[in-house]
């Protein structure tokens, strides 16, 4: 692949990733979900006209917005009357993503640090374009002459979403009352078998956000990325059965990958980030440079 | 000071570097600047004004838009034309900017790599809200026991902007038909005196981009960001009088003087950036770390 065509390629993925932000998406369309007041997601109509049948739950949109009904005044209120709906509209079939269901709480808030104000099924989140929090580990060695290399997970193919796709060495979503770090020693043992003494070794360095719609909804997610050095006799194995197989591969032949079908694309976008903090790609060669940084980086 | 004290102000320095993106800017008030259809800037009212003047070099403004007159249609002769504009209107003085006058040449392109439409006086970019593209270089240290210092120079009073303030070990403006790596090594010599061997040595890294907006025009720039790590018996030393003094400093110190009025606020967020990816900004403990990833990366 020519260097050119292999940056068109990463910009047609952050480009995908970031569909919410263009001109002419559908974002107009969205009504703003409100709770207590404050914006906590985006409503596409077709979920909107599936949520207004449940007129105790949710107001009449009003002014672009949908509104939690106030009479639902707590987190453990709020949460039940929407697992409620939920539920039922699972039965019903209508909105496929619920297919999905996982039965693991995300907390719900307009921003990361800021009291949930209810929780919410994680499969359902995407029907509410309420921001997803995650964690995904870049797992690297660096050998004895220098040369880094990068663990790859490919996904079990019986994975509801992305199955049989280059992953990274371990990620995952931060259910409700849990600490990143938390998180990211629980998914590197659950899913790669990295005991927790390694795992905490592992560095916080950045964090990639996006929000991209398709047909089943609005996909906000935020990823908080770390890079772990793993020793080079380490090899991580599978272990929750959601992958099938790890590979050590050589830092160039993972930048190439990037540019194919056969990577989850968050997790190309995790690896091209640390392909740009180390040095791995050159400004001087590399027009897209600023708009990969930009295109890693997009929030409402 | 405390945590969530120094969270607030850093908070507030990047949404005071980008303040053109604020609901309510006075972004609304500038008219695009189009070079040969293509837009490459924003044209503050008050610099408007000034311009159509020159009916000979600019349209009239029509639909938000204040075009170069398509009659000068090489890179050449548009740059020959802005430039005598900006040479009578420096002599005038209503633009305050133009007595910052640098004699130094800004290539003015829609975008980093885009063949350049026309070159700019360094001190106009700002008239015309044309990006600029910088690199700044963290030099920085790492002791005998690991820990990392960082060294940062103290700019000269007699410099036209932001004297005595704070500053990188190196940084510099990229000037028309220079590359980002022969920028960054002048820069290093004439700056600090680091040698071009050492300074070969700096890493690639980030990129930061901001756009702010005050009653001169408007500053969009975007830096490309180095590392540099120096040896421990190196010392920088002014070169060419910009730098008054330059300053190694604990990492914990530097982090507390970024959240001052002490440092230049686009190297602060260069350091902001570098504390980020050196993991010395603990997600689970800083509310902001997402807003501050997503502040240090705006781009229109």
Redesign the interface.
């Known amino acids: 692949m020519s260097n050119s065509t292999w940056s068109q390629q990463i910009l047609q993925l952050l480009r995908r990733m970031n569909n919410f932000y263009l001109p002419g998406s559908r974002r107009s369309e969205c009504l703003r979900f409100e709770v207590n007041g404050a914006q906590v997601g985006w409503v596409p109509p077709h979920v909107a006209s599936v949520l207004t049948r449940y007129p105790k739950v949710f107001c009449p949109p009003r002014r672009g917005a949908l509104s939690l009904c106030p009479s639902w005044d707590s987190n453990e209120t709020r949460s039940a009357a929407v697992d409620s709906v939920l539920r039922t509209e699972r039965q019903e079939g209508s909105l496929t993503c619920l297919k999905g269901w996982r039965d693991e709480k995300y907390s719900v808030m307009p921003?990361?640090?800021d009291p949930p104000l209810m929780w919410m099924e994680r499969a359902a989140t995407s029907l509410f374009g309420v921001k997803r929090y995650g964690v995904h580990v870049n797992g690297y060695t660096i050998g004895n002459s220098g040369e880094v290399s990068m663990w790859l997970a490919r996904r079990s193919l019986t994975k509801q979403t992305y199955p049989g796709l280059l992953d990274n060495v371990a990620a995952g979503g931060i259910a409700a009352g849990v600490?990143?770090?938390n998180t990211l020693v629980k998914e590197c043992q659950e899913e790669a078998c990295i005991p927790a003494t390694l795992a905490e070794k592992a560095?916080?360095?950045?964090?990639v956000?996006y929000t991209y719609m398709d047909e089943e909804g609005v996909f906000a997610e935020?990823q908080?990325v770390f890079d772990l050095e793993l020793p080079l006799d380490f090899k991580p194995r599978a272990g929750d059965g959601e992958v099938q197989d790890f590979y050590l591969l050589p830092l160039d032949k993972v930048k190439e990958l990037l540019a194919t079908d056969d990577f989850k694309p968050n997790c190309a976008m995790v690896v091209l980030d640390f392909l740009?903090?180390?040095?791995f790609?050159?400004?001087?060669t590399e027009?897209?440079?600023?708009?990969f940084?930009?295109g890693?980086?997009q929030?409402l």
Not at 203 to 207: E, K, T, Y
Not at 281 to 284: C, G, N, R, V
């Open positions: 921003k990361f640090f600490s990143i770090k560095c916080p360095v950045a964090n956000s935020s908080f740009i903090r180390h040095s790609i050159d400004p001087d027009p897209c440079y600023q708009e940084v930009a890693l980086h929030t």
